[in-house]
Structures are given as C-alpha cells and as structure tokens.
C-alpha cells in the first residue's frame, strides 16, 4: 500500500517558471524526503525533511512540510529543461525500516 | 567514488524461470535495500540487508529472496516468474550510521521482462 500520494500526476510548464508539487500521507512520520527519477533510471535523493522541521531549501529547491495536515509540497523555482522528470515523495513510518512511496508527479518543463 | 551498481540492467525472461539480480552498493556503505518499480508507479520495498541478514520485509511472497555477502554486496532472487514480475528492479545503499529511512543512494535499476 502506498503511504504517499503526489499532486498532480503530472505537470508541464514553460521554462523559466516555478513548478510546485504537492505530497499527502497517512500516518505519523519520522521524516519525508523527496527523490527525483529520469526516465525510468535510478532515483536520485533531494531533500530529506523532518518531522520537527517546516521548510527546507537546497539550491533551487523549497521543500516545506506540515504535519498538522500530513502534507508536504516540493517547489522548484526558475525550471529549466532538464528538471524533466518524475518527482516521488518517500515516508518512513514509525518504528519501520522502509520508505513507503507515492505513485509521483511527472514534470515537463517545455523550452 | 563508485556509486551503486546494478547488473544486468536488462533481461528478459519467462513464466516459470528464475532470475538473480546483482547490486554492488556505494563505497562504504553497509545496507542495502531492494524495491519493485512497476510502469508508472512509485517503488515498492521489497526488503532490506544489513550485516548479511534480512532485517526488514515489504508485502511481497517468498518466492523473492535475497542474499548480503561480507563484502555487502547483494543478490534479489525471484522464482517462479509470473508476467507481473515485469518491472524495474532497483537497489539502494545507505551508509553506516544513516537512520533506517534515511538517505538513499539508487543504482541505475535491472528491467526485467517476463514473457
């Protein structure tokens, strides 16, 4: 079952402009993170917020999480081409040694 | 700095067969974990290794095992191939220390084809 659920299933958006994508879950969490996906390639990690923290940015990202709402969203401002990709938010469970997944936001920036 | 390795990073197979996945993880690292990628879909954790043992399993029947050897390196072996085996196969290391979901570092995935 999944724990995540990414909003929207997919996005496009011109180059230049900001994408945000949005992460729900269903239990209590010990931290979120988000990974990105190529093409069906290997995944690569982004971001880890925890539960005690509200925002979060590296580079071009903006990560903020409220846990009163089991919600997370994920900004990527001034998209450029190759942010191309699917976006996944991961959530532990507690006392749980694997990540639970959402099915991921597909992003197409257009030039 | 070697990240994780997968092989082979496509295969087909058929019903029936039988099927062994390799996953050499990221220098230093101690665990690895495997998950199940279907089209279209997010990753579904098949289990986890740590110190040769299986430390944690997801919703998966035992006809997926696996193996840690001393050097940390993995194998998943799938038996009994059904046509819903299809999928991208993808390991995943973390490093001493890192919390149990913490940080994970993917290899490129295997693709397999069940037909």
């Known amino acids: 079952s999944q724990q995540g659920e990414e909003d929207p299933q997919a996005l496009s958006i011109q180059e230049g402009e900001n994408a945000t994508m949005n992460c729900s879950y269903k239990t209590s969490i010990n931290n979120l993170q988000w990974y990105r996906q190529n093409s069906g390639r290997g995944l690569v990690h982004l971001i880890l917020i925890r539960s005690n923290e509200r925002e979060k940015h590296s580079g071009r990202l903006r990560v903020t999480l409220d846990t009163s709402k089991k919600s997370s969203s994920l900004l990527i401002t001034a998209s450029r081409a190759a942010d191309t990709a699917s976006y996944f938010c991961?959530?532990?469970?507690?006392?749980?040694?694997?990540?639970?997944w959402g099915a991921g936001t597909k992003l197409i920036i257009k030039p | 700095d070697a990240g994780v390795t997968q092989s082979p990073t496509h295969l087909i197979k058929t019903r029936g067969q039988q099927v062994t996945l390799r996953c050499s993880p990221k220098s230093g690292h101690d665990t690895v974990s495997w998950y199940q990628q279907a089209l279209g879909q997010g990753p579904q954790f098949i289990f986890q290794y740590y110190e040769e043992e299986e430390r944690q399993r997801g919703n998966f029947p035992d006809r997926f095992s696996g193996h840690q050897f001393p050097n940390y390196s993995s194998e998943l072996n799938v038996n009994a191939l059904l046509l819903g085996d299809s999928a991208l196969y993808l390991c995943?290391?973390?490093?001493?220390?890192?919390?149990?979901?913490?940080?994970?570092?993917f290899g490129e995935g295997s693709r397999l084809t069940v037909l």
């Open positions: 991961a959530t532990d469970m507690d006392s749980n040694y694997q990540l639970i």
């Open positions: 995943a290391s973390s490093s001493p220390g890192t919390s149990f979901t913490g940080e994970l570092f």
